[in-house]
C-alpha cells in the first residue's frame, strides 16, 4: 500500500504563522520589560569604594577633568573653593553637559541649560533639576570619588537618559 502523508501549506497559512511568530517575539519583549522593571537587579554593596579621579597638580583651579564613575559620565572641578564633582549628563534630555570657563558655568549644548558649579543648581534653561553631586575625598595628593550623594536620583537620570 502507498499511504502517504501530505503536508500543504498555503501562502496564507504561511503568512499567518509569520505573523503569529512576530507577535509572540514583541509580546515576550513586553512582558521582559514589565518583569525588569517590578523586579530590577540587586544593588551591589553601597559601601564607599575609592576611586581616583586625578591627582591634585593635575587640575589647576578653574579648570576640570571629565571622568567615568559607575558608567557615567562625570566632571571634576577645581573651583577656588575647592574640588567638586557632578555627574555630567543633564536632567533635561541627557546630553553631556561642558564646562564653560569664561561664563564660569556648567552648559549643556543641546538646550543651553546651565548648572552652578560649586553646587550642580539650575541656573537657567529647561533642565528640571540640579546635576547629581558626587561625595569626593582629597587625600594623599589625589582626589578620589566615593558615591553618588543621591542614589535614587541617579536611577532616574539613568531611565531619563537611556543608560543601563
Not at 59 to 66: A, L, R
Not at 122 to 135: E, F, K, N, R
Request: charged share 20%; with cysteine.
Amino acid at each position: 500500500m502507498d499511504d502517504k502523508i501530505t503536508f500543504t501549506i498555503t501562502r496564507r497559512k504561511l503568512t499567518e504563522i509569520f505573523m503569529g511568530l512576530v507577535a509572540l517575539f514583541f509580546a515576550g519583549g513586553a512582558i521582559a520589560s514589565v518583569l525588569k522593571y517590578l523586579w530590577p537587579p540587586a544593588q551591589a554593596n553601597n559601601a564607599a569604594v575609592e576611586i581616583k579621579i586625578a591627582n591634585v597638580d593635575e587640575v589647576p583651579t578653574g579648570s576640570i577633568k571629565k571622568f567615568m564613575f559607575n558608567g557615567k559620565a562625570c566632571v571634576l572641578l577645581h573651583m577656588p573653593a575647592g574640588f567638586r564633582a557632578f555627574g555630567s549628563v543633564c536632567t533635561h534630555l541627557g546630553c553631556i553637559a561642558a564646562w564653560k570657563p569664561d561664563e564660569n558655568l556648567i552648559e549643556c549644548p543641546c538646550h543651553l541649560g546651565k548648572f552652578d558649579p560649586n553646587t550642580g543648581e539650575v541656573v537657567s534653561g529647561p533642565p528640571p533639576s540640579p546635576l547629581p553631586a558626587i561625595d569626593i575625598v582629597v587625600k594623599d595628593g589625589a582626589v578620589f570619588a566615593l558615591n553618588w550623594k543621591d542614589p535614587n536620583y541617579v536611577k532616574t537620570i539613568s531611565f531619563y537618559a537611556g543608560a543601563a
